[in-house]
């Protein structure tokens, strides 16, 4: 299952997984089912699957992992990348930082990933154990805001350095059901969210990554959660994926 997979990350992360010979339930916000079916198309549907599903809702994701049992596919991974960005500073000419849009944030990327992961580590904790004694793997989306929160992220960059802590505490408490949980931090990226920016801004903020000296491709963050479905020893840990940027102030 990947959250947020009708789009940007999400999107190419779902792709990776179906030409890998997987199948993905792709969940996302109702309003972006035209895109799913666009995958749908491309891939089948013996292969890819659309959940109407807000992450926040305990509901539409046991309705997604149900639509999974139902359709007699197990879920060996969950992908959150459903995620949300806001800009503002914590006091401005216009005020204080809006409190309801800070909680929005913390709704949607963090509750919302560790209420995907809580009710899809319930659903591995019943598949079968690998060779390894393994059932699953849940992994998460943060971003290098994290850790290098920039001026007006503190919305974003708390949401995010959130997920990065409960990153090793969820591997822990699932270790005995033989699951493990990773997250990714991403730098910047080529996704909707950066193509809304005027092109100016693009080709300079990708400039600024040292190496390779370009914007990420999301086709690069797919490759990397196809790594860490495979390999077994991956747990517990955090990885930036950011060719070596480092966001300034
Ligand atoms: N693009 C980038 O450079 C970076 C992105 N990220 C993170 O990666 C993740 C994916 O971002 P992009 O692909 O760039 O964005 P995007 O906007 O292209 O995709 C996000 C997807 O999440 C879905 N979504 C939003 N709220 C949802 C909800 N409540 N329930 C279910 N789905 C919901 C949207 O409908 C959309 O399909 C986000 O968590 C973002 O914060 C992190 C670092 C860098
Ligand atoms: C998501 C990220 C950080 C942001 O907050 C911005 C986003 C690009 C589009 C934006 C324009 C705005 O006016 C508000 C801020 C933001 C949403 C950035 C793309 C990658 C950034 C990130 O998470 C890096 O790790």
């Known amino acids: 299952m990947v959250t947020g997979g009708a789009s940007g990350l999400g999107r190419a992360t779902a792709a990776h997984i179906a030409r890998s010979g997987g199948r993905v339930m792709v969940a996302d916000l109702p309003g972006q089912s035209g895109l799913a079916d666009e995958m749908i198309s491309e891939f089948g549907a013996d292969k890819v699957k659309f959940a109407a599903c807000d992450v926040t809702s305990e509901e539409d994701v046991s309705g997604a992992l149900a639509a999974m049992k139902a359709a007699d596919w197990s879920i060996n991974a969950s992908v959150s990348c459903a995620g949300i960005a806001v800009a503002a500073k914590t006091l401005s000419k216009k005020g204080p930082h809006d409190l309801k849009m800070f909680s929005t944030v913390i709704k949607v990327n963090t509750i919302g990933t560790f209420n995907v992961a809580r009710l899809a580590a319930e659903a591995m904790a019943a598949n079968e154990a690998d060779a390894n004694g393994q059932r699953g793997v849940i992994i998460n989306t943060a971003s290098i805001a994290a850790m290098d929160g920039q001026i007006g992220q503190v919305a974003y960059?708390?949401?995010?350095?959130?997920?990065?802590?409960?990153?090793?505490?969820?591997?822990?408490?699932?270790?005995?059901?033989?699951?493990?949980?990773?997250?990714?931090?991403?730098?910047?990226?080529?996704?909707?969210?950066?193509?809304?920016?005027?092109?100016?801004v693009q080709h300079h903020l990708g400039s600024q990554i040292p190496c390779p000296n370009r914007l990420g491709d999301p086709a690069e963050f797919g490759q990397l959660v196809g790594s860490i479905i495979t390999n077994p020893m991956l747990n517990g840990e955090t990885i930036r994926l950011d060719g070596a940027y480092r966001m300034p102030p």
């Open 157 to 200: 960059a708390s949401s995010k350095g959130a997920i990065t802590a409960m990153t090793l505490p969820i591997a822990r408490d699932l270790a005995p059901n033989g699951i493990r949980c990773m997250t990714v931090a991403p730098g910047l990226f080529l996704t909707p969210l950066l193509e809304k920016l005027p092109e100016k």
